[in-house]
């Protein structure tokens, strides 16, 4: 039985970028979905066994903050937003410790602003960090430092910050594990009609012209953010994958075949 492209591109990885969303995190019923991290933790296992390493960039800080000080999904001004972020992020981390703890996997937490990826003094030093981390058999959870970055100085959304730590990580995959399982030429919520790319390995301004801004209620990338990363990706040799995170096992599903969108670089 001949491999799928998912198989085959994740079984020469060496390094893979797990990035979760926040209504992955938070579902719609407003509850923190712990059997999920619990099946991307038994996922990520399976990595580790492999001798590969692997990198969670998490949202859902701001969403869980939500929860526990009872903001439901009203807009929050910034300074809102960063006390949510404070109080949510020590949740979001614990739960990640906590589940991967059982699973025999160390954790470790890792904020980050938009100054570490533009400074090369910082950036060399997160590089470096990381790398150490990497190396101890840890897996970092990383996600942006929300309580003290400005809205002038935000990476603006985890999809961006997953190819900058892709990069800095010198990873072999991207996974973003978004709401919607790939790439279409319109969004397929609005249009059935809509036509499904399932590999895309340059991207033209026809593929641009298929990103909507549409956003998910507590999450804040749309598909046009994820082609900016698909795009970064390429770039430094690294591919990237979008697909749907929505059920259990999540990389599991990937392999055996879930349909999901391919950003390869070079030429495969």
């Known amino acids: 039985m001949s491999k799928n492209i998912s198989q085959t591109v994740f079984e020469k990885a060496q390094t893979v970028v797990f990035k979760v969303g926040s209504s992955l995190i938070v579902g719609a019923d407003g509850d923190v979905r712990t ?3 619990d099946s991307l933790a038994e996922d990520i296992r399976g990595l580790l066994l492999q ?5 969670i960039v998490s949202s859902g800080a701001v969403a869980m903050g939500r929860l526990r000080l009872g903001l439901g999904v009203q807009k929050l001004n910034l300074s809102q937003k960063q006390a949510a972020a404070a109080v949510g992020q020590i949740e979001l ?5 906590e589940i991967l703890e059982i699973k025999k996997i160390k954790a470790a937490q890792v904020l980050l602003t938009q100054d570490n990826a533009e400074n090369e003094h910082t950036f060399i030093n997160a590089v470096t960090t990381l790398k150490t981390i990497l190396e101890m058999g840890v897996v970092p959870i990383i996600n942006e430092n929300d309580t003290v970055s400005s809205e002038e100085m935000k990476f603006g959304d985890n999809d961006r910050l997953s190819a900058i730590v892709a990069h800095m990580v010198n990873a072999d995959v991207l996974v973003l594990l978004s709401d919607i399982d790939g790439l279409y030429s319109a969004d397929p919520k609005i249009n059935p009609l809509a036509e499904f790319y399932p590999v895309i390995k340059k991207i033209t301004p026809k593929v641009e012209a298929m990103a909507s801004s549409s956003k998910s209620t507590l999450g804040t990338g749309g598909m046009k953010s994820k082609l900016m990363a698909g795009q970064m990706c390429m770039g430094i040799g690294c591919d990237m994958v979008i697909t749907t995170g929505a059920d ?3 990389l599991r599903r990937l392999l055996n075949g879930e349909r999901c969108t391919w950003f390869l670089h070079g030429d495969k």
């Open 248 to 250: 259990l096992y999540p």
């Open 93 to 97: 981390s614990s739960m990640y410790q």
């Open 35 to 37: 059997d999920w991290i």
């Open 51 to 55: 001798g590969k390493k692997a990198v």
